[in-house]
């Protein structure tokens, strides 16, 4: 079983800087992309970042240039550095990865429940 866990959001206010980790554990063999989602309040998930294996990074164009994801492979960690928050950053964020268990030879997609992330004076 592998589990993917969010950490580090909570209240900001504009202009300010938050980091958020996402640990991956369980009965992991690898771990290829991993990737950073967020859900605001009546829309939809979108993807907004992206880093491969190799380290390879892609951003949407509403956090590029603020956001900057990062990934610790011997830790199953990825990170996201989120600097000059705005209100419409407020969200839920989450934690995707491809992960092959030692128990398969394929890679299955897994999601973390999320962590809130509310930009506000």
């Known amino acids: 079983q592998v589990q993917l866990v969010e950490s580090g959001g909570g209240l900001v206010q504009p202009g300010g800087s938050l980091k958020l980790s996402c640990a991956a554990s369980?009965?992991?063999?690898?771990?290829?992309?991993m990737d950073w989602y967020r859900q605001a309040p009546g829309k939809d998930r979108v993807l907004i970042a992206i880093i491969t294996s190799g380290g390879s990074t892609h951003y949407a164009d509403s956090v590029k240039g603020r956001f900057t994801i990062s990934r610790d492979n011997a830790k199953n960690t990825v990170y996201l550095q989120m600097n000059s928050l705005k209100p419409e950053d407020t969200a839920v964020y989450y934690c995707?990865?491809?992960?092959?268990?030692?128990?398969?030879?394929?890679?299955?997609?897994?999601w973390g429940k999320g962590t809130l992330v509310t930009v506000s004076s």
């Open positions: 995707h990865a491809d992960v092959r268990s030692r128990s398969t030879t394929q890679y299955v997609d897994y």
């Open positions: 369980g009965n992991i063999f690898s771990v290829n992309t």
